[in-house]
């Protein structure tokens, strides 16, 4: 405070103070700024971004030990935000994802339960409406609803077509842990980034985002179940983050501007990626089904794969395409051994020969050390600029000289050191692969 007492916001232009309070966010930090300053308080009531959390609120409300608690409601404090707010709001973000917040309330259930109330599903048509039904539905630009799955897993929620017929000027959406409907969506001209999160849907509710969301640029389906054979079908797409809950039988991409996709699935029997423009494929696979068609990769340049189907996996994307980069990793349930078991060492080096740039991750370095000790023929003729490698924690200088053998001259070596490693450790790998190997332009790193 200032030293007259005075309230040290008074000097603030009311836009800058609103947007302070903006970057706060929070529904509970804005009240308390509100308390605190007249200016702030004024300011409040043009603020465009809010952030609503139902643990927030029933901390904030509940009763002392032994006191009954009283329940926030979240729903109707979003539907209060959104009118005291109207057409400044610009951005809301709604959290009922951890319930209350309190283990021994109520409302709290075992994970995979049911709960047959209703006062935290938020994706519910009443909930919705309550908020985008008013004057800042228009206004928003982005919204953000995490719903209470024991709530919200059993019932379809009409959170979308509401959403669309209301919030027509949206154009960042992101919903968390609910069953969705489509019946009545609208086409939403403006939505640029969508992210399903944790939610149901059907194959024909997929194709119905497709029909109505034409403009997505970025996408993003992290858990999205009940699918069987899921298509993605925008001509705009530029990024894509699709993580596969379950197993379909098909997977297929037709995204004539995708540049980005980072892909984790299971097995698909069928993967059709009919992605022309695409630069970056990062993909986590178990393994590949028998019908993969990719022949829309011609501008693919950087590839990261995680799987033990290593030898498919680089047939089908890295032959006949000029690959740049390249970063391998394992699963983590990787066993000593299975590389090897799973591609022989030899193959690896040719095609690192190959690559300009290689990183190897954690696990994959791990293994692939294990896997030179028995490898017989290492020589090629190499083009590789950049190699990036992890050590695990070692007691003894790794035998690694059949990897180093094929670097180009000037080859850019990065060796990453684990945080565990030894002093020792560090000084006797840096002095003996140096000396061995001076042509290398060495650094050094760790890595936790």
């Given at each position: 405070?200032?030293?007259?007492?005075?309230?040290?916001?008074?000097?603030?232009?009311?836009?800058?103070?609103?947007?302070?309070?903006?970057?706060?966010?929070?529904?509970?930090?804005?009240?308390?700024?509100?308390?605190?300053?007249?200016?702030?308080?004024?300011?409040?009531?043009?603020?465009?971004?809010?952030?609503?959390?139902?643990?927030?609120?029933?901390?904030?409300?509940?009763?002392?030990?032994?006191?009954?608690?009283?329940?926030?409601?979240?729903?109707?404090?979003?539907?209060?935000?959104?009118?005291?707010?109207?057409?400044?709001?610009?951005?809301?973000?709604?959290?009922?994802?951890?319930?209350?917040?309190?283990?021994?309330?109520?409302?709290?259930?075992?994970?995979?339960?049911?709960?047959?109330?209703?006062?935290?599903?938020?994706?519910?048509?009443?909930?919705?409406?309550?908020?985008?039904?008013?004057?800042?539905?228009?206004?928003?630009?982005?919204?953000?609803?995490?719903?209470?799955?024991?709530?919200?897993?059993?019932?379809?929620?009409?959170?979308?077509?509401?959403?669309?017929?209301?919030?027509?000027?949206?154009?960042?959406?992101?919903?968390?842990?609910?069953?969705?409907?489509?019946?009545?969506?609208?086409?939403?001209?403006?939505?640029?980034?969508?992210?399903?999160?944790?939610?149901?849907?059907?194959?024909?509710?997929?194709?119905?985002?497709?029909?109505?969301?034409?403009?997505?640029?970025?996408?993003?389906?992290?858990?999205?179940?009940?699918?069987?054979?899921?298509?993605?079908?925008?001509?705009?797409?530029?990024?894509?983050?699709?993580?596969?809950?379950?197993?379909?039988?098909?997977?297929?991409?037709?995204?004539?501007?995708?540049?980005?996709?980072?892909?984790?699935?299971?097995?698909?029997?069928?993967?059709?990626?009919?992605?022309?423009?695409?630069?970056?494929?990062?993909?986590?696979?178990?393994?590949?089904?028998?019908?993969?068609?990719?022949?829309?990769?011609?501008?693919?340049?950087?590839?990261?794969?995680?799987?033990?189907?290593?030898?498919?996996?680089?047939?089908?994307?890295?032959?006949?395409?000029?690959?740049?980069?390249?970063?391998?990793?394992?699963?983590?349930?990787?066993?000593?051994?299975?590389?090897?078991?799973?591609?022989?060492?030899?193959?690896?080096?040719?095609?690192?020969?190959?690559?300009?740039?290689?990183?190897?991750?954690?696990?994959?370095?791990?293994?692939?050390?294990?896997?030179?000790?028995?490898?017989?023929?290492?020589?090629?003729?190499?083009?590789?600029?950049?190699?990036?490698?992890?050590?695990?924690?070692?007691?003894?200088?790794?035998?690694?000289?059949?990897?180093?053998?094929?670097?180009?001259?000037?080859?850019?070596?990065?060796?990453?050191?684990?945080?565990?490693?030894?002093?020792?450790?560090?000084?006797?790998v840096a002095s003996i692969w140096t000396q061995r190997f001076p042509e290398i332009i060495w650094q050094w790193g760790t890595w936790n």
């Open positions: 405070m200032s030293g007259d007492g005075g309230d040290p916001f008074d000097s603030l232009p009311p836009a800058i103070a609103a947007d302070v309070l903006a970057l706060v966010a929070d529904a509970a930090d804005i009240g308390a700024c509100r308390l605190a300053s007249r200016a702030l308080l004024a300011a409040s009531y043009a603020c465009s971004r809010v952030r609503l959390r139902a643990a927030a609120l029933a901390r904030r409300r509940g009763g002392g030990r032994g006191e009954p608690r009283r329940r926030p409601a979240i729903r109707a404090a979003a539907g209060n935000v959104a009118s005291l707010l109207g057409p400044h709001l610009r951005s809301l973000e709604l959290d009922a994802s951890e319930g209350w917040g309190h283990p021994d309330d109520a409302t709290w259930v075992e994970e995979g339960e049911f709960d047959e109330g209703d006062d935290l599903h938020l994706t519910a048509r009443e909930t919705v409406v309550a908020w985008a039904g008013t004057a800042a539905g228009p206004a928003l630009r982005a919204v953000d609803v995490a719903d209470y799955w024991p709530q919200s897993c059993w019932r379809k929620a009409e959170a979308l077509p509401v959403i669309s017929h209301f919030c027509s000027n949206l154009m960042k959406l992101r919903l968390k842990n609910a069953w969705l409907s489509v019946d009545g969506l609208r086409i939403m001209p403006n939505l640029t980034h969508l992210t399903l999160e944790f939610i149901r849907l059907d194959d024909e509710d997929l194709n119905k985002l497709n029909e109505c969301f034409p403009c997505l640029q970025i996408l993003n389906l992290i858990g999205v179940g009940g699918l069987k054979d899921p298509k993605i079908c925008l001509h705009q797409l530029n990024t894509c983050h699709w993580e596969v809950s379950n197993v379909p039988r098909s997977l297929t991409i037709h995204a004539p501007n995708l540049v980005h996709l980072e892909l984790k699935c299971v097995r698909p029997d069928m993967l059709i990626l009919d992605t022309p423009s695409m630069s970056t494929l990062k993909l986590t696979m178990d393994k590949l089904g028998p019908n993969a068609i990719v022949d829309g990769l011609a501008s693919l340049k950087n590839l990261r794969v995680e799987s033990l189907d290593l030898k498919s996996l680089l047939q089908v994307f890295i032959d006949n395409r000029d690959i740049t980069t390249l970063e391998l990793e394992l699963p983590a349930s990787t066993k000593d051994y299975e590389l090897f078991e799973a591609v022989k060492p030899e193959y690896l080096l040719q095609l690192f020969a190959s690559i300009s740039e290689v990183k190897l991750a954690p696990r994959f370095s791990r293994e692939m050390m294990r896997c030179l000790i028995l490898c017989t023929i290492n020589h090629f003729r190499s083009r590789s600029r950049r190699l990036l490698l992890h050590l695990p924690p070692v007691k003894d200088v790794p035998l690694l000289a059949p990897l180093f053998e094929n670097c180009a001259p000037s080859c850019e070596v990065t060796i990453l050191f684990h945080a565990d490693s030894s002093d020792d450790i560090r000084r006797a």
